[in-house]
C-alpha cells in the first residue's frame, strides 16, 4: 500500500488542521493506521491510531481532547483532526499502515510509511 499525507502548513497558535493520510493499493480496510511526528532534533513519536474498522481509536496524552483521528474506508482515507495547536506540535507529520491488527502505538508495529507533511505552529 502507498500513503500519501496531506494537510500541513504554517498556522498560529489556537489555530486548527486537518490532516489526510490517502492510500492506494491492496484494500485499505485492512489496514491500521496510525499518525506520528518528528520535531526537528527529536524521535518520532506517537500521535493517534486508528483501528482498520474505525471503532477503536489511541492517542498521546499531549493530544487527547485537541486532536481527532478518524477513517473513511470509501475514500481510502484517514484524517487527523488538530484543534487549539500549540508550537510544541510543530513537526513533521507522518502516517502509517500496519497489517497486525491494532491500533498499535510503536512504529515497528507498521508496515508502511507516508511521505510526511510538516506542521508549524507560530506562537
Known amino acids: 500500500v502507498q500513503l500519501q499525507a496531506s494537510g500541513g502548513g504554517l498556522v498560529q497558535a489556537g489555530d486548527s488542521l486537518r490532516l489526510s493520510c490517502a492510500a492506494s493499493g491492496r484494500a485499505f480496510s485492512s489496514y491500521g493506521v496510525g499518525w506520528f511526528r518528528q520535531a526537528l532534533g527529536k524521535e518520532r513519536e506517537f500521535v493517534a491510531a486508528?483501528?482498520?474498522?474505525?471503532?477503536?481509536?489511541y492517542y498521546a496524552d499531549s493530544v487527547k481532547g485537541r486532536f481527532t483521528i478518524s477513517r473513511d474506508n470509501a475514500k481510502n482515507t484517514v484524517y487527523l483532526q488538530m484543534n487549539s495547536l500549540k508550537p510544541e506540535d510543530t513537526a513533521v507529520y507522518y502516517c502509517a499502515a500496519a497489517a497486525v491488527p491494532g491500533p498499535h502505538t510503536v512504529t515497528l508495529r507498521y508496515d508502511y510509511w507516508g511521505q510526511g507533511t510538516q506542521v508549524t505552529v507560530s506562537s
Open positions: 486508528i483501528s482498520r474498522s474505525g471503532s477503536t481509536t
